[in-house]
């Protein structure tokens, strides 16, 4: 299996651009999050999702948006790129239950200039 | 939502033992502790995680404390490939809320492992 795949890796962006950061796992996990990392910081929480057509804000949604159409996917958009969205960016997914670990993927590290 | 405080950093040489602790003293009893690390450049990936009872997994043994307000993360054998941010995390259970499974991240403990 190859568990959450996220693209792309590497991205640099110029101010008020937008893109979409792609998310999907094969896993058939009803939960989906994405998360942001700063330097030296743990990660917080923007989005999550429980099922195909359910989404909801996390701690920091501020700037993004997300949808989710179908049970593997889970894209993070965000529509007007600003320098405080430079951070690295984490897809991951799970079961429900409260004995069900969280697989993250590898990452995308996103530039702002 | 319960916190946590994990030690800044800790360091280890390799082969032996590390102990990394864990204070949730605002702990619920139905906070379950989830220990999640993060290797240099990737994601976190889950370590260990239990309820009450001490907990003993191929990566790791999980220590908890009979009050349930702390909890020890042990690593029986360091090796290079530990070297990591390591996450305390408290998570409720569907019973006790609606959490949807969402982990909120401190700013964890980094492993330095010595050759």
């Known amino acids: 299996n190859a568990g959450v795949t996220q693209t792309p890796k590497f991205r640099i962006l110029k101010i008020g651009q937008s893109m979409t950061l792609q998310c999907t796992q094969d896993m058939n996990h009803n939960y989906m999050y994405w998360y942001r990392q700063d330097p030296g910081m743990g990660l917080k929480l923007i989005y999550y999702?429980?099922?195909?057509?359910?989404?909801d804000k996390g701690e920091v949604p501020n700037g993004y948006n997300v949808s989710r159409s179908t049970t593997e996917d889970f894209p993070l958009r965000l529509e007007l790129a600003a320098p405080s969205q430079t951070s690295v960016y984490f897809c991951?997914?799970?079961?429900?239950?409260?004995?069900?670990?969280?697989?993250f993927g590898q990452g995308t590290r996103l530039t702002v200039v | 939502d319960a916190k946590t405080t994990q030690p800044n950093s800790m360091e280890s040489n390799e082969e032996e033992p590390v102990h990394l602790p864990c204070n949730h003293s605002?702990?619920?009893?139905?906070?379950?502790i989830h220990w999640y690390r993060q290797l240099p450049s990737q994601g976190p990936e889950y370590v260990i995680h239990g309820l009450t009872s001490n907990v003993n997994n191929r990566m790791a043994s999980l220590a908890i404390a009979e009050d349930r307000k702390s909890s020890t993360l042990i690593l029986h054998r360091a090796t290079l490939r530990d070297a990591a941010v390591y996450y305390c995390i408290l998570r409720l259970s569907n019973a006790g809320g609606t959490s949807y499974g969402k982990l909120t991240f401190g700013q964890g403990t980094i492993l330095t492992v010595h050759p």
């Open positions: 991951a997914s799970r079961l429900p239950g409260v004995n069900t670990e969280a697989f």
């Open positions: 999702s429980v099922g195909a057509g359910i989404t």
């Open positions: 605002t702990i619920s009893g139905t906070d379950y």
